[in-house]
């Protein structure tokens, strides 16, 4: 027994040594990935049912996924943060490619109408998030680099490789768009980039949606309308602030409409039931009557279907580790020594932790439908790749600064021994 222990005090100095960065991140990326087991695993009674497939295949496609997951976690850790401000421009390129190839039909993947991804090699990959993370990068990088100091500068340097990703996310998600324009407004703001030209920005890029909306409505009529996702968003919007009856909503929609509508009315309704019958304490595991007729209960809507198995309770608890994740990257980027390394960890943290609170407030009825999954939770193939990814570049860059902070500690007293030899001498 002393042998065994001995072995795994080693082991575990050893993965101390090895897994330098913050001990609680670590941890909270931990818990959400090992709770995303257990959930999904109960969550897919529809799923197994509807593609004729088993709940302990689903199971082991999560658990690979997981693996994957920590797998690209691992994987992007060990890349110094040096390397990824040395590649951020070519990383921000290649997401605008993989978009821009959306526009090839036998290249895009879709589901009800809306543009799901590229299929590559017989795969589907979510570029949409992909270029979350590239534009945040390009930022980080951008703002180290270049002299921001007239609106021309901020706009050819800043606004344009952000309108461009918008732009081109706004053919797949609408809420994406809006969603990651707040994400870098707030990031240019917090890098104190003169407020007028934000302000000038907010008011540029309500126009262009009205542009875009209005270019909708002209062509909606239309086989393949501009901007179709605008239809869908228009009638998620109307139902949450204005229900009214589903026949009178439906008129004049197209039969691709009328299914959205209905699938996401459903859901919708569906969640609040879960919510509802959840409680505070939960029905408990593998006990959720809601999973049988949630389609979604597995991704769009595991947070409802979480409370109605574990109860609010847990679910504010999850809630809360999001925030905390937030926090400790606030923390993070605090600490860094350069722009670039500052903006990746707060844009990463504040980036996952508002996709998981999107995904909460849709949930809870708060705000209309957008479809976001709960990262590191929910089933999804590039989107929980991806955020495992963010977590490993957050955790590189907290290695980094205890790498730092060490070698003060380890100079510090060698300059003093030093200093006292050389009084002595004296």
């Not at 407004?185 to 126009?207: D, E, H, P, R, S």
């Not at 009557?289 to 608890?317: C, H, K, P």
Request: overall charge positive; charged content about 15%; glycine content about 8%.
């Amino acid at each position: 027994m002393d042998g065994l222990k001995t072995y795994i005090d080693k082991a575990g100095g050893w993965v101390s040594r090895k897994l330098g960065g913050d001990k609680i991140v670590w941890t909270i990326v931990f818990i959400l990935s090992m709770f995303s087991l257990v959930a999904v695993y109960s969550a897919s009674s529809y799923r197994a049912v509807s593609t004729d497939s088993s709940k302990i295949a689903i199971f082991l496609e999560q658990a690979v996924l997981v693996l994957m997951g920590w797998g690209a976690l691992i994987l992007c850790y060990f890349i110094h943060p040096k390397y990824y401000r040395k590649w951020s421009f070519i990383i921000f390129g290649g997401s605008v490619l993989l978009l821009l190839l959306l526009f090839i039909p036998s290249l895009r993947a879709e589901q009800n109408g809306a543009i799901r991804g590229l299929k590559l090699f017989g795969r589907t990959i979510q570029v949409f998030e992909v270029a979350k993370v590239a534009i945040i990068i390009y930022l980080a990088r951008a703002m180290e680099i270049f002299r921001i100091g007239t609106f021309k500068d901020y706009l050819i340097k800043l606004l344009l490789p952000i309108a461009i990703v918008c732009v081109l996310l706004l053919r797949g998600s609408f809420s994406s768009a809006v969603f990651m324009a707040l994400i870098c407004m707030i990031i240019l703001w917090i890098n104190k980039i003169n407020w007028k030209y934000l302000a000038l920005t907010v008011c540029g890029g309500i126009v262009v949606l009205g542009g875009c909306y209005s270019l909708y409505l002209a062509t909606k009529d239309n086989e393949n309308p501009l901007f179709a996702r605008f239809g869908t968003a228009e009638s998620r919007i109307e139902d949450f602030f204005h229900p009214k009856d589903m026949e009178e909503q439906m008129q004049g929609m197209t039969e691709l409409q009328k299914q959205i509508m209905l699938d996401s009315e459903r859901q919708s309704e569906n969640a609040k039931i879960a919510i509802h019958e959840g409680g505070l304490i939960g029905k408990g595991p593998g006990k959720s009557t809601q999973r049988y007729t949630l389609s979604m209960a597995f991704s769009d809507f595991i947070y409802a279907f979480i409370i109605e198995e574990y109860g609010s309770i847990i679910g504010i608890l999850i809630m809360f580790m999001y925030i905390w994740l937030f926090a400790r990257c606030a923390k993070l980027s605090a600490k860094c020594k350069t722009t670039f390394a500052s903006t990746i960890v707060f844009g990463l943290g504040l980036l996952t932790t508002f996709q998981a609170l999107m995904h909460i407030y849709v949930n809870i009825r708060m705000i209309p439908i957008t479809g976001h999954t709960l990262p590191l939770i929910s089933h999804g193939g590039t989107a929980f790749l991806v955020f495992s990814g963010i977590f490993g570049i957050i955790l590189s860059v907290s290695k980094s600064i205890e790498e730092i902070d060490t070698a003060k500690i380890d100079i510090e007293p060698a300059a003093l021994q030093e200093g006292g030899k050389n009084e002595s001498d004296n």
